[in-house]
């Protein structure tokens, strides 16, 4: 009797541990497979904020190519910014919604390209964030080369002995830029009058088919019909101005036109001459003058921040004339930017992390 009991007890005794056993290893598998589902849905998420991140960059490049960034500048001179609003939210087919945020970085010696850093994160999981960055440039009606700019661009030689003056970028500071880019050598240069605040005379190797293609990244006629075009439709909104003799005033330029958020590109035609500038106006932007200046008169009471460019000789300058580099407008840019015609991206720059 005691013998089927002790056997009874130590059935019991298995079948409880076996049980315990079950229970535990259902245990085990039903934690593994929530685990599983876990991380498969973190996987899913992840995949799709990487998806939408991507998608951030695209817009980031659309929005520079219709807007200007209101750039803050840190020390150093990174400038940063974000578009007047981020993207929508985007969401997926399983009712996730990801939030989308954007930054744009530049410095000045990355010639004009832009980082668009674009982060994405969905709202059942926020601890989950995917980071992406593609260098862009905008690519507008100036090559870099017009863009960065000297106050005075000349295919040819220049008398500044008339007294006047030219800010170059950094005026007067140890990075002083040029205040003069020549196709002459310095023998070409003569100076006396001109004060050129720190900056030096710049020679330059325009190419065979001239200074257009320089400081111009479009044919000349295709130019020309895109100021012809801004004529039409907004006349008093203009970022391309091909001048006609009607804009002159007893062939003078009189007109303040450009700001530094709009910067004019103006292009004084070969039939127009070397018109002079005065009456004090005030021009942002660049000022492209197709015929030879040798012999036009002083110029007057005239300022411009940009850049201007003369096929051929140039000594027109007078004592109440200042040519300015943009960044020495109170509120100027350190380089030219008119609209984009396009946003390249740099091939390589893009990253994930």
Known sequence: ???????GAATLLTCLALTIASIALAISVAHTATLEQRMARNSLLANQAQQAAN??????SAWLKMHHPDWLSLPGGLEIATPTSNPPAMSSSSGDSFAINLTFERAPNWLGYILVRATASPSSAPEIEARVSQYVRPSGVLTAAGEFASPLIVDGCADLSTTSDLYPASADLPDVGPALSASGDAACLIGGGTNLHGGQLQGEIFPSTGLWDYVFSVPRDELLAMAT???????HERDYWWATADDLSAGEWRHSIGSPQRPIILVI???????GFSGGAVIVGFIYIEADCTGAPAWGDFHLYGSLAVTGQFNSLGPSSRLAHIGQHPSGPNRIEPPPLEVIQLAGSWKDF
Not at 55 to 60: D, R, V
Not at 229 to 235: G, I, K, R
Not at 269 to 275: I, Q, R
């Open 269 to 275: 035609p070969a039939e127009l001459g070397c018109p």
């Open 1 to 7: 009797m005691r013998i089927t009991t002790q056997r």
């Open 229 to 235: 075009a801004q004529v039409a439709a907004f006349p």
């Open 55 to 60: 998608a951030g960059l695209n817009f980031g």
